[in-house]
């Protein structure tokens, strides 16, 4: 009997230098393991999946992107399996993600072992990403068919952000309180590091009735191409594609996506620290057999999904600048409560990566060996 073989992996890079040593070092990953053994995350097949209560979630457009690309080279029409899984339905009505994609950061490939696909996917991919570890396909039988997508974005900052030498607390929505390794622009920055205050774009912010902003999102780096990174604290909606396109309205709405403001010059913006490592196995898919005739009697053996997400500051200290002293009233850009994150290209109308942080289960906690650490680095400057 033919197998499929659906291999999905993703790895999300923020730097701001390539070649220096990245600062979070793998052994303090805030997760790194199976999505079974996560206590209050989910991961999506699709964005329009409804997300469960009190837990994060997340969505990436690599497993879609293999959904789409079997489908267009092989079944040429909706993917059917026996006893049709719910999430077949909405893996079949979900988008096409690929168009959205930047063409370097996303390869995809489909074909039959036997005809020599997996050489193929391991020559492309050293071509293409350098730094990849070639994929291994273990156990796979001589007459197995591989779809296989591969997504690797390393979206660097034009100047990279301050490490916070205090602990950010997070309240989840349930309450509990979480002490964080975060990065941005500090209070002790006020007045000084104009440029770097330019590199955030506020697209929106919304004010109360004591003026007090409850909602606002930021592009971290207003420059970055071709992909962007939006950071929104806004309410959760029923799914991930209606709390995106919330956002989206909301930028638009204002008329501040081609002329958004960045920092004033004692505004203060802090991000938590993000780095996790997940494989999820589809599971709703596997061991179903195959009703397309071009499948037909034949099973889907593995539906898995790899993703590393990194978000830092990484890079070393900006050096200070000529200060200037006025007195406006300083904002604070603190995702200290739940928020959601997504990355696109920008321009796109559709995003390839969506994280709705709910609670603290995959942000880095707060280390106070690591904070004196800093601490003496910056010391010494």
Not at 51 to 67: D, L, P, R
Not at 317 to 325: F, I, P, R, T
Not at 345 to 355: D, S, W
Request: aromatic share 10%; net charge positive; proline share 5%.
């Amino acid at each position: 009997m033919h197998r499929l073989i659906v291999s999905i992996s993703l790895i999300l890079a923020f730097c701001t230098s390539c070649s220096r040593e990245p600062e979070i070092q793998k052994s303090t990953m805030a997760f790194d393991g199976e999505s079974s053994d996560l206590k209050s995350t989910q991961i999506v097949p699709t964005l329009d999946t409804a997300i469960e209560k009190g837990v994060n979630a997340i969505w990436c457009a690599s497993f879609v992107s293999a959904w789409k690309t079997l489908e267009e080279d092989l079944t040429k029409e909706p993917v059917s399996l026996e006893t049709a899984p719910e999430i077949v339905t909405f893996l079949n009505k979900a988008a096409d993600p690929r168009s959205h994609i930047p063409k370097s950061v996303l390869y995809t490939a489909t074909g039959w072992k036997q005809k020599g696909i997996i050489n193929k996917i391991r020559k492309d991919l050293k071509q293409k990403f350098p730094t990849k570890t070639p994929p291994i396909f273990s156990d796979i039988a001589i007459d197995s068919f591989v779809a296989y997508a591969y997504l690797e974005v390393n979206l660097q900052f034009s100047l990279p952000y301050f490490q916070n030498r205090e602990p950010l607390v997070f309240s989840s929505r349930a309450g509990k309180r979480t002490k964080l390794s975060s990065f941005g622009i500090r209070p002790e920055d006020d007045y000084a590091y104009f440029k770097l205050r330019q590199q955030p774009a506020i697209l929106f912010v919304k004010y109360n009735n004591n003026y007090k902003h409850d909602e606002f999102i930021v592009d971290l780096d207003r420059a970055s191409k071709p992909s962007q990174i939006i950071i929104a604290m806004v309410e959760r909606k029923h799914s991930l594609a209606q709390t995106y396109a919330s956002v989206e309205a909301k930028i638009t709405s204002t008329g501040r996506k081609a002329k958004a403001e960045g920092l004033g010059p004692n505004d203060v913006l802090f991000v938590p620290d993000i780095l996790w490592h997940i494989k999820h196995h589809f599971s709703e898919l596997e061991g179903h057999e195959f009703t397309n005739t071009a499948l037909k009697g034949q099973r889907l053996d593995i539906a898995l999904q790899d993703i590393q997400f990194r978000l830092d500051r990484s890079g070393a200290e900006l050096k200070s600048e000529a200060k200037m002293y006025m007195a406006p009233i300083p904002t604070y850009y603190v995702f200290d409560r739940p928020f959601l994150l997504y990355m696109k290209k920008r321009g796109a109308k559709q995003p390839y990566f969506v994280m709705w942080i709910e609670n603290a289960e995959l942000l880095q906690a707060w280390n106070t060996k690591k904070k004196s650490q800093q601490e003496d680095a910056l010391d010494g400057e």
